[in-house]
């Protein structure tokens, strides 16, 4: 199984995401290919990703950049490059992560655009197996290099759309046509997150892309720490519990920059500060009631337990961030004053938390529910038993530690459990429909 963790790196050099045998970086730095000055369309250019090799030695491009006017993007600017990496537990049976082109397909030559210089665009033919994220341009009439691009392995890569147009050739007055098209990555699954690296592909129309059109995006799973689960309490005498016990950091989800709005920083800023944010989520048992039957038969005990999800908190922190707890992460920032709205023409995602993480195993509804529940339990005689769910604070950190918008809290309603003195038994867990104790969680409480 392919898995997403966060590499070490030498000092000085970023730390990769490393998805199988394949190391994802990001670059500010470019080359400009061509501009289209001189040829009477919109303004537009194009740019070759330039990895550092001080701070990113190996890494290539996965195609060039296309961007709508002649502004230098270079420290502005952010694009995903790529490295081979070690194979994934000594497995090699699945090969090289990427592979250079085995040739190139021109696309389109600018011939009598009355550009100031020639321009041709060139799409990689990649080895079976392997796909091509992007195309290349070239500053003139020579087919690209080799070495100029890497193709990815498919396995590596998920299949997507056609989004906006980026530049047309639309006046020029070229012989043929030519657009630019930004990528969409699909909806995510749960896990996992999918992200164009900042490529574009090209077409000999002006007009949008047929649906059948070939593109790809990145993808990688969700970087997930796990620790032991708090242990659950137990009743050492007839005396009521403490109301809390102390939360234990149970699970950590690693999230790229990109994946995340920080309403402090800007996307560069972001980048260059906090490449990676951790989303905690700390659990504890969350007391719902004590009783002590000191009589001589069986007796009913009945609570009320809150919930503390708030649907008002969830938006608040979806709205800081863009990250959404019950479903996948929206493509695109809908405040048009928000800063990461520079990054729909680079990077672009769709991202989803593991079910477990964010307790959506069964169902997301628990999310947009917040009515308190009926606990009732029989209690057997000189006994005392004690009631508890399990309450989750989802918090948002960046690398130095300091914290991202509001905490999200979650009661895990849908499981209790009970620990009784003297002990009959081993401590046992009851839900609303397993109630090994007799406990009975009803969602009609007063």
Not at 237 to 254: F, V
Not at 422 to 428: M, Q, R, V
Request: glycine content about 6%.
């Amino acid at each position: 199984m392919q898995t997403s963790e966060i590499a070490t790196s030498p000092n000085g050099q970023r730390a990769p995401i490393k998805f199988g045998n394949l190391l994802i970086n990001f670059t500010t730095e470019f080359h400009r290919i061509w501009d289209s000055k001189g040829s009477g369309s919109k303004p537009g250019s194009f740019w070759r990703p330039t990895p550092a090799p001080d701070t990113l030695p190996g890494y290539f491009p996965l195609g060039d950049f296309a961007t709508p006017g002649f502004d230098n993007i270079n420290g502005n600017t952010v694009v995903a490059v790529v490295c081979e990496g070690p194979a994934e537990n000594g497995d090699t049976s699945k090969g090289k992560a990427l592979s250079a082109p085995e040739d190139f397909e021109r696309v389109w030559k600018d011939s009598n655009s009355r550009a100031d210089a020639d321009c041709t665009i060139w799409r990689p033919i990649p080895p079976t197996g392997y796909v091509a994220l992007g195309m290349v341009c070239s500053n003139g009439r020579d087919k690209p290099l080799p070495n100029t691009v890497r193709c990815v392995r498919e396995d590596l890569v998920v299949a997507s759309s056609v989004s906006n147009t980026i530049w047309s050739d639309n006046g020029s007055g070229a012989r043929q046509d030519f657009s630019a098209w930004a990528i969409d990555p699909p909806s995510a699954e749960a896990g996992e997150i999918y992200f164009s690296p900042g490529t574009f592909i090209g077409i000999n129309s002006h007009g949008r892309p047929a649906a059948n059109t070939v593109a790809y995006s990145l993808r990688m799973q969700v970087a997930l720490q796990v620790a032991p689960p708090p242990a659950p309490p137990v009743l050492s005498g007839h005396e009521s519990p403490a109301a809390e016990e102390m939360p234990t950091i149970t699970q950590t989800a690693r999230l790229p920059w990109f994946a995340v709005i920080d309403p402090d920083l800007t996307p560069l800023e972001q980048f260059q500060t906090s490449p990676f944010y951790r989303l905690e989520r700390s659990d504890r048992y969350v007391l719902v009631g004590h009783g002590h039957n000191t009589g001589t038969v069986g007796q009913t005990f009945k609570w009320t337990a809150p919930r503390v999800q708030r649907s008002e908190s969830l938006e608040q922190f979806t709205d800081a961030t863009t990250i959404r707890v019950a479903s996948e992460w929206p493509l695109y920032v809908s405040n048009p004053m928000n800063l990461h709205v520079l990054l729909s023409a680079s990077i672009r995602f769709s991202a989803k938390l593991s079910k477990a993480f964010t307790h959506t195993e069964t169902s997301h509804i628990g999310w947009t529910t917040s009515a308190a529940v009926e606990v009732i339990t029989r209690i057997a005689k000189k006994t005392s038993v004690a009631v508890y769910v399990i309450e989750s604070r989802f918090r948002l950190l960046r690398e130095d530690g300091a914290q991202v918008a509001n905490d999200v809290l979650y009661t895990e309603i849908d499981s209790l459990y009970l620990t009784e003195y003297p002990p009959e038994t081993d401590s046992k867990t009851a839900t609303s429909t397993q109630q090994p104790a007799e406990s009975v969680a009803t969602d009609n409480a007063p």
